[in-house]
């Protein structure tokens, strides 16, 4: 099937690493331009020289998704070299391991900042190429941590929440620009985050034991952590003209870790 990604600008932010990074080399396969951002220069440098075919169809930029002008810079630079924006993948961050007792006054301010910051940004800068696209569509990379909450991540819980509920508000107020807003809530995937705790946490167990460990441990019903291209797949489907009746709503890739039945 044809997604119709051809030759359509997608901006995703975080693409150096992990769920990022897998969305780009999905987008640039399916003959999209893609633009994407990371903080250091160095990673996404090194991701980009590792992408294969399309490479000439990708635009970096060293940007924060907290720092609203240098994100409007990054987009509007897109917009100018590819000529429009038509997809916005908000992915760039990371989740906080803290229960209540060890979360500070800071820490939650921070979290709420990455976690609000990281959509609202790049979407007030992408919005006005947004609203020219014929087939517009902003893809809110959450957590099922969102309708299923962790008290050992309480702070990213309660602001992956929030995420979801500002995805649905979005979702109702761009539809007249024909702008479609959509959500993919991640279960445990085997990215960066994941190897970056097992680092931590210097078990002496393999890292290969310790996600089968976690993954039974956190009731991972398909018994495996996910892939970060076992994502990259919803968020293409999502942003794919084909899914154009498709908004104000997401899809769990979760392995089934997920208790929610909505
Ligand atoms: N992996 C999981 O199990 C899981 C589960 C639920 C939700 N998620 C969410 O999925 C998204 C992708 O995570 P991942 O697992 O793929 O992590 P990852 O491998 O660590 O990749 C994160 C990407 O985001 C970039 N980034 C982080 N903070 C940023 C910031 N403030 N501004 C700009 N770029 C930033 C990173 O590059 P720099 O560090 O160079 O900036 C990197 O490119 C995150 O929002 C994460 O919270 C992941």
């Not at 903080?39 to 907290?66: E, I």
């Not at 696209?133 to 819980?157: D, G, Y």
């Not at 807003?181 to 279960?187: A, D, F, K, T």
């Not at 445990?188 to 167990?205: F, Y």
């Amino acid at each position: 099937m044809d997604l119709g990604l051809a030759d359509r600008t997608i901006v995703v932010t975080g693409g150096s690493s992990g769920v990022g990074l897998a969305t780009v080399r999905a987008l640039l396969d399916e003959g999209a331009r893609v633009a994407t951002c990371g903080r250091d220069a160095d990673r996404l440098a090194k991701a980009a020289a590792g992408l294969g075919a399309g490479r000439d169809r990708l635009l970096t930029g060293v940007c924060d998704v907290r720092d609203a002008d240098a994100v409007d810079r990054f987009v509007r630079g897109a917009a100018d070299t590819f000529g429009g924006v038509d997809g916005l993948v908000n992915n760039a961050g990371q989740s906080r391991m803290k229960g209540l007792d060890d979360s500070t006054a800071e820490d939650w301010r921070d979290e709420l900042e990455l976690k609000f910051a990281g959509v609202l940004n790049p979407l007030c800068a992408a919005r006005p190429f947004l609203a020219r696209s014929a087939a517009a569509s902003i893809v809110n990379i959450n957590a099922v941590l969102a309708k299923q909450p962790e008290p050992r991540l309480i702070t990213t819980s309660a602001a992956r929440a929030g995420i979801l509920n500002l995805s649905k508000s979005l979702s109702a107020e761009l539809a007249a620009d024909g702008i479609r807003v959509n959500s993919v809530c991640l279960g445990l995937i085997d990215t960066g985050q994941w190897t970056r705790r097992h680092a931590a946490a210097a078990t002496g167990t393999s890292y290969e034991d310790w996600q089968a460990e976690l993954a039974a441990d956190r009731g991972v019903a398909l018994g495996r952590l996910g892939r970060a291209e076992e994502v990259a797949y919803a968020v293409v489907a999502l942003l794919s003209p084909r899914a154009s009746y498709i908004t104000g709503t997401g899809i769990d890739v979760c392995g089934g870790v997920g208790r929610s039945i909505l």
